[in-house]
Structure formats: structure tokens, C-alpha cells
């Protein structure tokens, strides 16, 4: 294990803690690392009309760019039934999220770590996640 994984790792089960979700009941956290070796947390953010619900992963995201951060190596994420004990089963983000990451990452490079424990976990590129994802060289090209 990579020491700065185990400490994502780590991030994202202490984010999960924060969750908001009084109608799903499943708590969700992440850690987004940039390539500068910052850690941005997120959780998922229900809402009573349930469409403006956030998940962890774009929370982490959000906050990231909104304080101007755009170059990302890895995001942790774990996700479980609230009461569920370690290790959880793995939790993969959703479409919305995948595209999400789509839009701020090099899909070739950037690794999803699907945490169970702070010890255990399985990572994926995000292009297996999202193959041929659409994203914004598609828009602009790739020296945009
Ligand atoms: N959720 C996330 O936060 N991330 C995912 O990748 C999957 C789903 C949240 C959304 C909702 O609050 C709850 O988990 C159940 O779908």
C-alpha cells in the first residue's frame, strides 16, 4: 500500500462520518489528492426533494475548484449502510460522478481507490470506470 493511499484512505472514512443522509441512510466519503499532495474530503449531501442530492465525490471535487485547484492525481471512496462496521464492501462512484472526474482529470492516469479499510482496497483508472468518456478535448481538442 502506498503510504499517501492509506492516508486517503484514511480521509475517506473520517469524511464519511460527515454525511448527511437522513433518507438513504448510506454514508458515503471521499478524498481527492492533487497532484500538489492536497487532500480535499467530501460526503454525500441529501436533500428532502432528493434530486438535489450531492454525492461525496463531487462534494470533494467542488470544493477542490472552487478554491482554484484543477490537477488531480487519485480520489479515495468508501460507502456503506450507516451502522455497517470496516470493512465495508467497495462502493464505486456513480455515472454522474464518473463524468464528473471526466471533466478534471486525465482519464489514463487518474486512479479511483475503492477503499473497504484503511488497508484495503482496489483501485481502478478512470478510463476502465468511463471508457471512452466524453470530455473536454472532445469539445476543444487536445491542446485546448
Ligand atoms: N452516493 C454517493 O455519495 N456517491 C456515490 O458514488 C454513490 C451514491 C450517495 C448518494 C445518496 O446520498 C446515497 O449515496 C444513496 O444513493
Redesign the pocket.
Known amino acids: 500500500m502506498k503510504d499517501i493511499y492509506k492516508e486517503l484512505a484514511g480521509a475517506a472514512i473520517g469524511a464519511r462520518e460527515m454525511s448527511y ?1 437522513p433518507y ?1 441512510h ?1 454514508k ?1 466519503g471521499a478524498a481527492l489528492l492533487t497532484k500538489e499532495g492536497r487532500i480535499y474530503t467530501g460526503c ?1 449531501i ?1 436533500n428532502a426533494a432528493y434530486t438535489p ?1 450531492n ?3 463531487r462534494t470533494a471535487f467542488f470544493k477542490a475548484v472552487s478554491e482554484g485547484e484543477k490537477h488531480f492525481r487519485a480520489i479515495a ?1 468508501v ?1 456503506a449502510a450507516a451502522g455497517a462496521g470496516l470493512p465495508f464492501d467497495i ?4 455515472g454522474v ?1 464518473r463524468q464528473v472526474m471526466m471533466e478534471f482529470t486525465n482519464p489514463e492516469t487518474f486512479e479511483v481507490i475503492l477503499v473497504r479499510d484503511a488497508d484495503h482496497y482496489q483501485t481502478r483508472l478512470l478510463k476502465e470506470l468511463l471508457p471512452d468518456g466524453f470530455g473536454p478535448d472532445h469539445l476543444f481538442g487536445e491542446d485546448a
Open positions: 443522509s438513504s448510506f458515503v454525500n441529501e442530492t454525492c461525496a465525490e471512496i460507502g462502493c464505486p462512484p456513480c460522478c
